[in-house]
């Protein structure tokens, strides 16, 4: 006789779409909703780090009662509204045992679950039924190994907690992975691009690693079912693509075209477009940076052919301009303006359900802030300027990094420009963010305008923030 301590097993139900959340949801894009998520998240002090997969993982019913921070968000957000009222489950129904409130768990305070920014799962997940014996404490484990939610740093995944071991040996390969170990793996993802938003990217390079290297034991050991491998391709490769941006933005260029290499040959041997889309868009802006813009041109091309399928404008609109900055590169004005009207043309068609999660960045100020890089480039000081300073004024408060970065953009515009003041007043205004965004890119920008700045110093504002720069550390 079977012990009455082991359920009884469950067939799979397929999920069951959440209408009532998608009719919330109105009109906007699954990337403008969740930007919403995430601003009403801020008003109440709460900390998820909401995106366009996680609305639609919600909408397709596959997150069927979110975990407590959530909670308290959308009934900030629809206030009079119950979690029923928006389409989910009861807790009590997901988890197998009575709801409790925020006050009833052990130790809990006002942000419980702040740093879980998962949903709260059912054991029988409807991505992979034959994960079903994986437990929800490893899940939790594994979420905690692959990021944390304080301050400006991931915490280095730990290889005990994930099961995984770099020793290749037969006995100690890792386990097939299952539908909660590519969830956290594309949480980290998540929280990386979070973090780097707000912070920059010196802070976060080196423990990123980790959660990278776990991300491919977990390739080697392969999956339960091909859904879940398919997940666990795209995802390792999405998080090849993040740790190579922070190395980017941290300068260390060669660190960055190894890792986006390998986000290129996981795309190749998968068959997948949209990570291949993504591993050149990301080559494409190494090699602009690097000096090398014609290389610069010929991956944007290769992005924009990989990404023609995909029906996202956005996508192209931002594969323009990586090509336009490399026309720019190479001098080639005519080049460069083509592309920069085709991707304004493609921007103006809107957003997509089709963009990718990643592009949550890119808006009019994004569109903005590369313009101005073209120009720049080109050496129109003043048309750069104009671009620049629209889109530190368009940017999301949210975007920190982005923020600092384009008005240091403007600073060193106005600088070499030959406008010394207002380019002491913008270099000033980045120094304010250097305490909380931490990007070597940013910095060396910075320190170009100090330097055109020099023969200025008897111009108002000047002197001062040379002073202020000057005493600043210098990045390790």
Do not use: K
Not at 349 to 375: H, K, T, V
Request: one cysteine or more.
């Amino acid at each position: 006789m079977a012990s009455s301590s082991v359920p009884a097993p469950r067939p799979h139900r397929p999920p069951l779409p959440n209408v009532a959340f998608r009719r919330l949801r109105g009109p906007r894009s699954p990337a403008e909703f969740a930007a919403l998520v995430r601003r009403a998240a801020r008003e109440i002090g709460e900390r998820v780090s909401c995106d366009a997969r996680y609305v639609g993982r919600v909408e397709a019913g596959e997150i069927r009662c979110p975990n407590y921070a959530y909670e308290r968000v959308f009934l900030h957000m629809f206030p009079g509204r119950t979690l029923t009222d928006l389409g989910f489950a009861p807790r009590s129904a997901v988890r197998g045992r009575a709801a409790r409130t925020a006050g009833d768990a052990p130790g809990a305070t006002e942000t419980d679950g702040a740093h879980e920014p998962y949903d709260t799962q059912d054991p029988y997940d409807p991505y992979d039924p034959d994960d079903r014996h994986h437990d929800d404490e490893e899940s939790d484990v594994l979420r905690r190994a692959f990021m944390t939610g304080g301050g400006a740093t991931v915490a280095a995944a730990s290889l005990g907690p994930l099961g995984l071991s770099l020793d290749a040996s037969p006995a100690r390969r890792p386990r097939r992975a299952g539908a909660g170990q590519v969830s956290a793996l594309e949480e980290a993802v998540r929280r990386i691009r979070l973090l780097d938003d707000r912070h920059g990217a010196d802070g976060l390079y080196r423990r990123a690693a980790a959660p990278l290297r776990a991300a491919y034991a977990l390739l080697d050991a392969g999956a339960t079912r091909q859904a879940t491998a398919d997940r666990l391709h795209a995802g390792a490769g999405e998080l090849a693509i993040s740790v190579g941006w922070l190395a980017h933005d941290s300068g260390r260029f060669d660190d960055a075209r190894s890792h986006y290499a390998e986000a290129l040959a996981t795309a190749r041997v998968t068959g997948d477009p949209a990570l291949e889309a993504h591993a050149f868009c990301n080559t494409a802006f190494l090699a602009r940076d690097a000096g090398r813009p014609r290389e610069a041109v010929r991956a944007a091309q290769a992005a924009q052919r990989a990404a023609r399928p995909l029906g996202s404008p956005r996508l192209m609109s931002l594969l323009a301009l990586r090509e336009a900055g490399g026309w720019a590169g190479l001098a080639d004005r005519a080049g460069c303006e083509q592309a920069l009207v085709r991707a304004q043309a493609l921007f103006g068609r809107g957003p997509s359900d089709e963009d990718p999660e990643w592009m949550s960045f890119y808006g009019e100020a994004e569109l903005e802030g590369l313009e101005a890089q073209c120009w720049s480039t080109l050496g129109d000081w003043p048309r750069a300027a104009r671009h620049a300073r629209r889109a530190a004024r368009l940017q999301d408060p949210h975007f920190t990094r982005n923020i600092a970065l384009y008005t240091a953009e403007l600073a060193d515009d106005l600088a070499r420009g030959g406008r010394p003041d207002e380019a002491a007043q913008a270099g000033t205004r980045v120094l304010d963010l250097l305490d909380q965004v931490q990007s070597s890119r940013i910095q060396t920008m910075l320190a170009g305008t100090a330097r055109v700045l020099l023969p200025h110093r008897r111009a108002g504002g000047v002197a001062d923030f040379l002073d202020r720069h000057a005493s600043r550390p210098r990045a390790v």
